[in-house]
């Protein structure tokens, strides 16, 4: 059981004598704040409850037998995750409805996120740790949302509207053990919720890091026990455990290299509508920004999972006549110190779609009247017409669930029809 007040209020500033008697194009303006509290039950159900589960092989007596035996620790203290929201928002309308929007800002604060503790137990302790309400999250941004409509002289009528979102979180407080949390590049609190972390990536290494015996020379830092070799990813050494460069490539040398998957700062789309002589085009164009996807599987990697490569990595991959490349050095099967998680295989997965058209007419009344028909459509229709992110050549969906490539594509879908209405 919770107590979740909330509290709104609204004022039409446009209804004022000092605003309606001096801005002679302004319809409407309001203001608009509000303030709230929720509660969110986070996590898998029952956690304040003792659970089993069945094991087999739990013991031999001649035969293999089932066990039981006890799941994660319970956690009889467990409480509500709480946000409190806050937004302020305007909602205005200027030359008789020629321009509309409404501007909101917001923020929320939730604590009490369920996090699992940072201490570890031995193995003989049994199960593990429950989670517990000790994080704490802000979460701001702004909503823009304008339309608009003019009919030209022509009779020609366009209606356009539009929408921005902008939202940015930062995690105030998280369990964290002191080697990130001491460490400037690993840490967890200040930072985005579940943003990326790996190694930097410096480029490839080039024949100039090696002696003639094939060993790095001095100075040159890689993974402890890799073998590596020209065109391999080369990463940056950035800490050690005594807080400063120790010539290995380790955990201490990992670093935030993107944003979180699938969660883009920024949104928004567009809809512009136009009506003329019996023609009717519509469209619904949708993207995103300040968002980041790691490749990895088959898309990243040449013979991955005894697989084939792409064509792009057959054609764009590190030879000594092209040290650019945008994939390392082939190899028959994917090597390990190039397939660790860096901001080599980091994409910009920024992106604009053309979601949605159609374009119709409508015939004319006084010729469907003739047919006993009061009105017909001929339209086409399509989906997915286009798209354009900073990647084209890699040939992935920015909207994916993930980017091993293992995953149906989104179709472009093509329709005509005829729309009859009878009297």
Known sequence: ??????????????EEDFMKNNIRNLDMLKLRISYGESGNLAGKPFQYMSGYETSSNSAYFGNPTTGVHEMKQSNPFITWERAKKFDVGFDGVLWRGL?????????????????????TVPLEYGIDLPDVNGGKMSNQGVEIMLSSTHTFPNKMQLDLSGNFTYVHNKLLETYETSSTFNNPNRKLTGRSYEAQFGYKSLGYYTADDFNADGSLKPGIASIRDAKVQPGDIK??????PDGVPDG???SYDNTVIGRPKNSPQIIYG???TLSWKGFDLNMLFQGAAMNDLYLDGTMAHPFESQGSATKLQYEDHWIPDNTDAKYPRVYNAPVDHNKVP??????????LRLKSLELGYTLPGQ?????????????????????????MDEKIDPEAGNTDGRYYYQQQAFSFGLNVTFK
């Open 1 to 14: 059981m919770g107590f979740f007040p909330s509290v709104s209020a609204g004022w039409n500033i446009s």
């Open 99 to 119: 321009l509309s929007f409404s501007v909101d800002y917001f923020y929320d604060k939730r604590d009490n996120m369920l996090v699992p503790p940072s201490v």
């Open 235 to 240: 990463y940056a050494d950035l800490y050690g």
């Open 248 to 250: 290995v490539i380790d």
């Open 270 to 272: 567009f809809t512009p």
């Open 342 to 351: 860096s901001s080599h295989w980091m994409r910009n997965a920024a992106y």
């Open 367 to 391: 010729i469907t009247a003739k047919a006993g028909m009061s009105r017909v459509r001929i339209y086409f229709a399509g989906q997915n017409l286009w798209t354009w992110t900073p990647f």
